[in-house]
């Protein structure tokens, strides 16, 4: 091959080199330009790298049913069932209390409280209101959770109440029964049980309002460490616990009747005061209350 021959030669496969090498090139498709509004997908975006955006929690908590606070010419309507109404007046709402009937010792008449609701008075029976006013009708629990609803709803020659365990969340509520003037309430320290007496010993467990109805004792009081002291209508004390109850103290009476001049001074001979704790010790001393 002469030299003229062999630079044709290299000529030519140059050229097939450099064609090859073109349409490669034409091969790859150039970038999109991204549309009005759009982002190139290839393109980071600060909205891509951001965290998704979480929108806020909306606020779930519902007023109270029972607030922290009710001063005496406050109330809330107290139907017999939650949700339910009193003459029309939805079960929860606040009223305000403008008088009261009844409630005292020898007034035959049953207890009353009229509210004004929407611009109307309305008389309603004392146990629909739930309020706090002449007597110590609510017994809160030490967290708020719970109270005791205790009002007087009759009197003849003793005052009689109605007994209602009450949820200050929601408003669930349980009847436990009927008793006297004087109404003995005790929270667990720990939570978890309330002890109501009144005539009558009701044992709560809480939050379930499962009731254990105990007739024969009184006068609830827990010591300290969670230990429950009644006492019996002589005024005696036993401990309850899981068992049977344990007599602790024996007032040496045979019933209330025979309290040292209890009748002479005008007492109350029904229900004797609760166990009283002094340094985590009980104090089983007999006192009645006056009436």
Known sequence: MTAAMLRI???????????????????????QAAAPGQTSPTTPTAAADAAPAVAAAPDATAPAFLPP???????????????GSVKGIKDGTAVAV??????????????????????????????RVLRSATVDAIHRSPDNRFAVFAPIVACGDMC????????????????????????YVAWHPRGGTVA?????????SLPDFK????????????????????????????????????????????DAEDAPDAEEEGMDTDEPKPVDFENGKPMFDLEWYPH
């Open 160 to 183: 009689h109440s109605v007994i209602w365990l009450v949820s200050a969340a929601d408003g669930k509520r349980v009847k436990l029964g009927e008793g006297g003037p004087d109404v």
């Open 211 to 254: 009731v254990k109805a105990v007739e024969e004792f009184r006068s609830p009081s827990y010591s300290p460490d969670g230990t429950l002291y009644v006492r019996s209508g002589d005024g005696s004390a036993y401990t309850i616990g899981k068992g049977k109850p344990v007599k602790v103290w024996d007032s040496g009476a045979s």
């Open 69 to 83: 606070t009710l001063d005496e010419k406050s109330g809330i309507i107290f139907a017999a069932t939650a949700g």
């Open 9 to 31: 030669a290299t000529w030519t496969l140059l050229a097939a080199l450099v064609a090859c090498s073109g349409k490669k090139e034409e091969a790859q498709p150039a970038p």
């Open 98 to 127: 403008v008088s009261e009937t009844g409630g005292a010792v020898g007034d035959m008449a049953d207890a009353t409280v009229t509210v004004k609701h929407e611009g109307k008075k309305v008389k309603l029976a004392a146990e």
């Open 196 to 204: 109501v007496g009144s005539a009558s010993l009701w044992i709560v």
